[in-house]
């Protein structure tokens, strides 16, 4: 005999929506719990009294399945009269009572549904029955238990799982929010949103999650601006402690570790570079200096045979070559070519640049290994620099990933790298522009192409999506996106965003600061996130002027400008401004 269920419906189906995927039910809301968003289920049997199960066969008629939908919209079936309205001091209700009026019916609403239908767990998706619940079909609110067992794939601890949050609609980590994170490094991850909306925060919430015991990742944060160096805290919290892992010979507990380079640490040997890379390095080259370059960059690479070079060899190589220019026209035509294309190679290449080094460069080994967070900082660099460093690192990265992969290179070669990897790229529009490409574009384009074949996941992160170039966004097949209010980033969202639903993304400009929608491939359906809070201290705060300028006139403050000024006068004689 069928199990009597202790859940009261919360409304009766009226019939189809506007589509075969929606449908609507009426309900009084008493208790306001159908808000827009929300979880509501019906359930499904077959003619013969039996609910279809994945495989074909049949399964006990005691368990039916619950057709997943969420509420798209409320409208209340029947407003009070204006009339009723037409004195604010008194009370609609009490107005309808003394003429008569059925003020039940302004209790009821219409709500309209998107069918997501009901889960599958053999195929690991929601089956759409392809045919809305007939009249009279009591609909119920969707627990808890069952949106955290069908919303997300992994749960909520276990190996591979990030859990980033929890559903809004629901108290907070009533519905935990998990990302597969297989899925994501497989498919990429995009975070979306405008500037103080959260994305930051958001990500390092991520990241926290891949260096938790069951996930142990090796994590690379390109970061611009200096936002990620407090996640060098991670050692320091035990919540990224663990036992050995399963199969381990060594009996030592894992502990996250995480290492900040900064600016001046950053390193690109010279010998990495490719003509490209020269060209946009040296930019407002005539098209004879264009020609002495690439035949000297040719000359050094070939001299060199992958050994490393330095600036003063290509400059070498120019003055070789506009030697030879002159011995072919009989005069001096190529001296000035050399000249300018020799002082613009020292210029930006020479002694005085910490970032170009004739012999140092970022060993891949060093920067990314299982259980370590590296944060590149590069906020004191030049955002040319900084496109070509990041062209350099992925260049390297995806050969050596390849070539591990493939076997033709082993342990001990710099090229090495035995094991998946994932890369955080803040401000991706700067390194991928919408309508212009950088010396960094190709690169990455080809890395979320193919690198999901040999182990390399990206995550990109833009404020200005409609200034990301389309190709690149639509690689990222995980999306979390925030607060956006800008139209024309809306409409770039959409058209390069699938499987986010229109009612969803009309919620863009609505969602408050640290809200997210996340869809795609790490999530069985697009849910509304309440993102969860931080471990490690967050770095990515603005700045609060007025606070600052009190400080400024503060006691402390003051005192300490006397104190720095009485110095500067005593060490600057001669100056009648530190006299008077």
Known sequence: MREERIQKPVGITKGPGETIHEYTFISRDELRLLKNGEYV???????????????????????????????????????????????????PAQVAELVGYDSRASDLFELHVAILGYYDAPLGTFVNPWIPPSSG?????ADDALLASVLSRKRSGGVGSATVGSLLTR???????????????????????????????????????????????????????????????????????????????????YRAQAKVFLHDQV????????????????????????HFLGRAYDAVMKAKKGQPWTAADLKNAVIKVGDEQNEQSGDDSGNSTKAALSWKIDERLGENNFVFDPF??????????????TVLQLNEIDERDQQVIVATLLRRLYNARLDTEKGKVHEGDEKYLPYPVFVLLEEAHHFAPHGGEVVTTNILKQVLAEGRKFGIGMGLISQRPGKLDPDV????????????????????????????????????????????????????????????TRITPHGGESKD????????????????????????????????????
């Open 137 to 141: 079909t009591p609909i119920f609110l």
């Open 171 to 253: 108290a907070e980590g009533a519905v935990p929010v998990v990302l597969d994170v297989k899925d994501v490094v497989s498919t990429h991850l995009a975070i979306i949103a405008s500037t103080g909306s959260g994305k930051s925060y958001l990500a390092s919430v991520f990241l926290e999650e891949l260096m938790k015991p069951y996930n142990r990742a090796a994590v690379l944060i390109v970061d611009p601006h200096g936002e990620y160096g407090t996640l060098q805290e991670l050692p320091n919290h035990n919540v990224f402690a663990g036992p050995e892992a399963n199969g381990s010979r060594r009996r030592s507990r």
């Open 267 to 290: 390193k690109v040997r010279l010998n990495t570079l490719t003509i490209g890379d020269l060209r946009y390095l040296l930019p407002g080259l005539t098209e004879k200096q264009h």
């Open 41 to 91: 289920y019906y359930e499904l049997e077959s003619a013969d009294g039996h609910a279809p199960s994945g495989n074909g066969a049949k399964s006990s008629p005691a368990t039916p399945r619950r057709v997943l939908g969420r509420i798209l919209n409320r409208v209340p079936v029947q407003l009070y009269p204006d009339t009723f309205l037409s004195e604010p001091e008194v009370p």
């Open 473 to 532: 966004l639509s690689q990222c097949l995980t999306q979390c996106i925030m607060r956006i209010v800008n139209e024309v980033d809306q409409k770039s969202v959409a058209t390069a965003v699938e499987g986010v639903g229109r009612d969803l993304l009309g919620n863009l400009p609505s969602l408050s600061k640290g809200q997210a929608i996340i869809a795609g491939s790490a999530v069985n359906t697009p849910v509304i996130c309440r993102v969860r």
């Open 360 to 373: 140092q460069h970022l060993d891949l080994r060093e920067i990314f290994q299982p259980g370590q967070c």
């Open 545 to 580: 002027a007025p606070d600052e300028w009190q400080r400024y006139f503060g006691e402390d403050a003051a005192e300490a400008r006397e104190r720095d000024t009485s110095i500067l006068a005593r060490n600057n004689d001669g100056f009648s401004i530190f006299k008077t």
